[in-house]
């Protein structure tokens, strides 16, 4: 998914409206609009089921926190389902699951997203309650209380007592030297418990405003119509100054950076290694997301045949190539075998990078498989556009932050 989102984020960043075409299968057509007060607006029109999906992306992650308020970003996603002025704590999900839908948010270091999936027939609902948070989310401190701990929580099940947890925020700290992508998307106890009722109306202002949003809504929908709804809810909203977004670049790199976890919850060592690479839309960011496929997709990926099967050293082996706005880190990871060396591990991750850069680790029939799998993955518009971010291109979506795993006794190594 995360492959087709690329491809589908590329295409719009080129063509601002009309036909986008990817491809023999035909092309992808789309409005591209902007209201008055500066939201931007696409919609796509799918018939082919009698739904929608509307998502509205937020140019805001955990990239643009300030010191010691880490963990803002998402907790304010939290914060956006506890109710507007026209629709009560928790009704926003009641409304949607009522009515045969579905719904979530996710943040990332670059943006945070919103989505529901609903029928055909409940498009003015959808956009009813995206706008009444965006103009009057309800900000109080039980709200704040209630949504604080509940991210405190997240960040123990998930980091904190979870096997490998650790290392999620440990290769992001020694990776990293811009404190932009150093700190972790949930942040740290410390900063979460000192947020305020204040700060959090601070944060809504600036970031949750239509000049700093994507509306996007792709199914059976008439065009002229939706836009129609969507100028009659969000019209009226005030924009907001602009706000700046942080400063990316990372300083040049001269050495390898190791480090060793014991995490006592990790039955077996994990060997992570990252590389800083590229920001997403860069031609090299592309050539590395094949090399990802190439040595981790599916059993007789390189990883998986040689440092797995054959060698028997790892129990799992993979790459991730996720997308980022600024540099970003191509990733490997192998949890060791028992009674196997990870020093062993990384020799042989490292060995199999090395044929790939040799042009010994991809065949023409391993180029040709994922070709075809990239494109099998760019699945119906309605799946497409709807998780696209687009708030300022290019920027490719992520929809599931990967948590690359620790391992007790682990190494993480970052180049």
């Excluded at 209380?145 to 960040?155: F, G, I, L, P, T």
């Excluded at 981790?296 to 045949?305: I, P």
Aim: proline share 4%; net charge neutral.
């Amino acid at each position: 998914m995360l492959r087709a989102l690329r491809t589908a984020a590329l295409a719009a960043a080129v063509a601002v409206s009309g036909a986008v075409s990817l491809g023999a299968d035909g092309a992808i057509k789309f409005t591209d609009l902007k209201l008055k007060n500066g939201l931007r607006v696409i919609v796509s029109e799918d018939h082919s089921a009698p739904t929608f999906s509307i998502a509205v992306t937020y140019n805001v992650g955990s990239a643009d926190e300030k010191a010691r308020r880490t963990g803002f970003a998402h907790l304010f996603e939290h914060m956006m389902f506890k109710g507007s002025e026209n629709v009560g704590p928790g009704e926003h999900f009641t409304l949607v699951f009522n009515n045969g839908g579905n719904m979530n948010g996710t943040t990332n270091q670059d943006r945070t997203l919103y989505f529901e999936t609903l029928p055909a027939n409940q498009l003015e609902l959808a956009i009813f309650l995206e706008s009444d948070r965006m103009k009057s989310l309800d900000i109080n401190k039980a709200n704040l209380d209630n949504q604080r701990n509940a991210v405190q929580e997240e960040r123990r099940l998930s980091l904190d007592n979870q096997a490998y947890g650790k290392t999620y925020e440990r290769v992001g700290e020694q990776a990293y030297d811009n404190t932009a992508y150093k700190h972790s998307v949930i942040g740290s106890m410390e900063d979460l418990n000192a947020a305020s009722v204040d700060d959090v109306a601070t944060f809504f202002k600036t970031y949750y405003a239509p000049n700093n949003a994507v509306l996007t809504i792709v199914g059976d929908v008439d065009t002229k119509k939706t836009t129609a709804l969507i100028e009659k809810y969000f019209g009226a909203i005030n924009k907001q100054p602009q706000p700046k977004r942080p400063e990316l670049a990372e300083p040049a790199h001269t050495a390898e950076r190791r480090s060793t976890i014991d995490d006592p919850l990790a039955k077996l060592p994990q060997v992570d290694i990252a590389f800083v690479t590229p920001p997403a839309g860069n031609p090299d960011f592309d050539a590395l997301d094949v090399v990802s496929w190439v040595l981790s997709n599916g059993r007789s990926a390189r990883l998986n045949q040689v440092v797995v099967r054959e060698k028997q050293l790892a129990v799992n082996a993979g790459a991730f190539n996720p997308d980022k706005r600024g540099p970003g880190l191509f990733q490997v990871s192998a949890q060791v075998a028992p009674g196997k060396s990870p020093a062993d591990v990384e020799a042989a991750l490292l060995e199999e990078i090395e044929k790939v850069k040799q042009n010994r680790g991809a065949t023409k029939k391993k180029l040709k498989e994922v070709r075809r799998q990239l494109d099998k993955d760019i699945g119906s518009m309605q799946n497409l556009l709807t998780w696209l971010n687009i708030a300022g291109v290019p920027l490719l979506v992520t929809i599931v932050g990967i948590s690359l795993g620790v391992s007790r006794k682990q190494k993480t190594k970052a180049q």
